[in-house]
């Protein structure tokens, strides 16, 4: 079962930003933070993960709570090819199992 | 450097047949993943191997379905007597050895599998 839940859809004007919240309440200290997105039928694209700190790369940025149970996706200027479900993984700790939820279809609006 | 190679893109099995997809790690991988797609359903993990070992299989079905990675060449997902119920979307994934924990996945563009 997926350790991870999402809101399953979400609208966001193109220009602006989107931000995609994910919740992971039973986290463990050691279990990193992925998020993934899957264009149409495509094969799922990494976009960034983290521990503890909040990580940003040319991507998007990863903001994570202090206590770790929640954290949020941010793509600064969401245009119209961000259109996808994305993914927010944790990985089992102790296994190689890297488990996707439902995740949340982005739809930008033009 | 390539990516993750599956192949082939789309198979059209008839029930009763067998289903075998193929998978090539990004260059300097040594450890595979497969993961099936329903229509307008999620990633469900099937299973994890390193060359010549299955780590993992928790997610694969008991009857059918076996996967190998052989020391040389692709990883290999074979489905014998394919189902209706076998159609779905079969993905690739491969990372590097793990670590500290933080590996990425790196995916394919998988195998659209349809029985008729």
């Known amino acids: 079962d997926a350790k991870t839940t999402q809101p399953p859809s979400m609208d966001c004007a193109e220009g602006r930003a989107a931000n995609l919240p994910c919740n992971h309440s039973?986290?463990?200290?050691?279990?990193?933070v992925y998020w993934y997105r899957q264009i149409h039928s495509q094969g799922p694209q990494y976009i960034i993960h983290?521990?503890?700190n909040n990580e940003t790369n040319e991507m998007a940025s990863l903001i994570i709570t202090e206590d770790r149970k929640s954290s949020t996706l941010i793509l600064p200027h969401a245009t119209l090819r961000d259109t996808a479900v994305y993914y927010c993984?944790?990985?089992?700790?102790?296994?190689?199992?890297?488990?996707f939820g439902t995740g949340t279809r982005l739809k930008v609006l033009a | 450097n390539a990516g993750v190679m599956q192949n082939p893109r789309h198979l059209v099995r008839r029930r009763g047949q067998e289903a075998r997809l193929r998978c090539s790690p990004m260059?300097?991988?040594?450890?595979v993943y497969w993961y099936r797609q329903l229509p307008e359903e999620g990633l469900k993990f099937m299973v994890y191997?390193?060359?010549?070992?299955?780590?993992?299989e928790s997610g694969m079905p008991k009857e059918r379905f076996s996967a190998e990675f052989p020391k040389e060449g692709p990883s290999i997902l074979r489905i014998q007597q394919v189902v209706r119920g076998d159609s779905a979307a079969y993905f690739c994934?491969?990372?590097?050895?793990?670590?500290?924990?933080?590996?990425?996945?790196?995916f394919g563009s998988g195998t659209q599998l349809s029985v008729l």
């Open positions: 994934a491969s990372s590097p050895a793990t670590g500290g924990g933080g590996e990425k996945l790196f």
């Open positions: 983290g521990l503890k």
């Open positions: 260059k300097g991988h040594s450890h």
């Open positions: 191997l390193q060359k010549e070992n299955i780590i993992d």
């Open positions: 993984i944790v990985r089992v700790d102790g296994t190689y199992k890297y488990i």
């Open positions: 039973t986290i463990s200290g050691n279990e990193y």
